[in-house]
């Protein structure tokens, strides 16, 4: 295994960050690691890369105890951190030669890796001039710029127009061939574009450690109907196929069913037996966004 967490808790005082977090990734996977603001996401994330250390359990990377050795595992890690701690000042070529005489590479490789994250247009620029899209890549460079066994990306396209996105994204899934990329985002399109698998994290323990195929091929729906007056709980639990339903607002109820059947015809027939009005009806198919909004509301 590439990433192996063990049991890992972390303790800021008297807020528990993550509580007994266990998870493994491999090279070739590209994981998607999910969760609402505060959910411990960065946490792990800083304690993979030996930034942090957790209170309990055990990290290895490539076998390496993070603990232990944890600059010699920042040796085989990439890490582009959410808020992406660049030297503005420098110029970009500048700021990577600088990167490269840290990890004492060859500097030949900053230009290779400045076309491959498409900065050559900007390589002249000092980090100050550029934009917050240009920017992410500066360290995106900067974090694979060493060819490390192992990426970790906090929010890695925040600030990229749509064009970027696409640049990014495919580059993301090139490097993830013979690499393990750890993934965060809170944009579901680009989970669902880029990963294999995917981790959800809410207040500092796993829900889901699942294939993306797994969750997004069901054969669920969610139907969204608003009804002329707040109604009964039991009149929704008398519905064929119902896997669950909340009602978010006085007279609107999101029902989940589990059928290849369209269930708005079924909605709308019983509504008209049981003399109710339906003010509106709308049908969402199952994807990553509406699994993590199900699963991570309180």
Known sequence: MSINVKSVSKIYKTQKALNNVSFAAEKGQIVGFLGPNGAGKSTIMKILTGFIKPTDGEVFVNEIDVKQFPLEVQKIIGYLPEHNPLYTDMYVKEYLQFQASVHKIDKSEVNICIEKVGLTAEA??????????????????AAILHNPEILILDEPTT????????????????????????????????VEAVCDRVIIIKKGEILIDKKLAELTQTKEQIIEVTFDYKIEE?????????????????????????????????????????????????????????FFREITND
């Open 234 to 290: 039991q009149f929704i639990s008398r519905l064929q196929n119902v896997v669950s339903y909340k009602n978010n607002y006085d007279n609107t109820w999101y029902i989940t069913f589990e059928s290849e059947q369209d269930m708005r015809p079924i909605i709308f027939d019983f509504a008209q037996e049981n003399g109710l009005k339906i003010l509106s009806l709308n049908k969402q198919n199952k994807n990553l966004e509406t």
């Open 124 to 141: 002249h620029k000092k980090i100050n001039q550029l934009s917050k899209g240009y920017q992410q890549r500066v360290g995106l460079a």
């Open 159 to 190: 600030g990229l127009d749509p064009n970027q996105l696409v640049e990014i994204r495919a580059l993301i899934k090139e490097l993830g061939k013979n690499k393990t990329v750890l993934f965060s985002s809170h944009i579901m399109q680009e």
